[in-house]
Nanobody, 114 residues
Framework: VQLQASGGGLVQPGGSLRLSCAASRSIFSLDAVGWYRQTPGKQRELVAH???????LYTDSVKGRFTISRDSAKNTVYLQMNSLKPEDTAVYYC?????????WGQGTLVTVSS
């Protein structure tokens, strides 16, 4: 499984961005697809994920601001990020689970700064 993440950039506090994670196969064939983020010196953390059945999970710090969704026709999972804060600045990665195997996409940098 190959994953292509995109959509990062520079945005002011309070602004919005939408990240995309395009998969090389049907996203419904994957057990789950998630978005993670990492800042220097810190461990990569789960931001949100969506299972093949459509269940979603968010880390507390993004609840009510971020929304994970998917487009089966495009084999793409999105992360809509609203009301961005400077502490959301990180490299964002998407990951897919298929059985016991994890597949990672390359990161996309999100910078929230005025």
């Amino acid at each position: 499984v190959q994953l292509q993440a995109s959509g990062g950039g520079l945005v002011q506090p309070g602004g919005s961005l939408r990240l995309s994670c395009a998969a090389s196969r049907s996203i419904f064939s994957l057990d789950a697809v998630g978005w993670y983020r990492q800042t220097p010196g810190k461990q990569r953390e789960l931001v949100a994920h969506i299972t093949s059945g459509g269940s979603t999970l968010y880390t507390d710090s993004v609840k009510g601001r971020f929304t994970i969704s998917r487009d089966s026709a495009k084999n793409t999972v999105y992360l809509q990020m609203n009301s961005l804060k400077p502490e959301d600045t990180a490299v964002y990665y998407c990951k897919a689970n298929l059985g016991s195997t994890e597949y990672w996409g390359q990161g996309t940098l999100v910078t929230v700064s005025s």
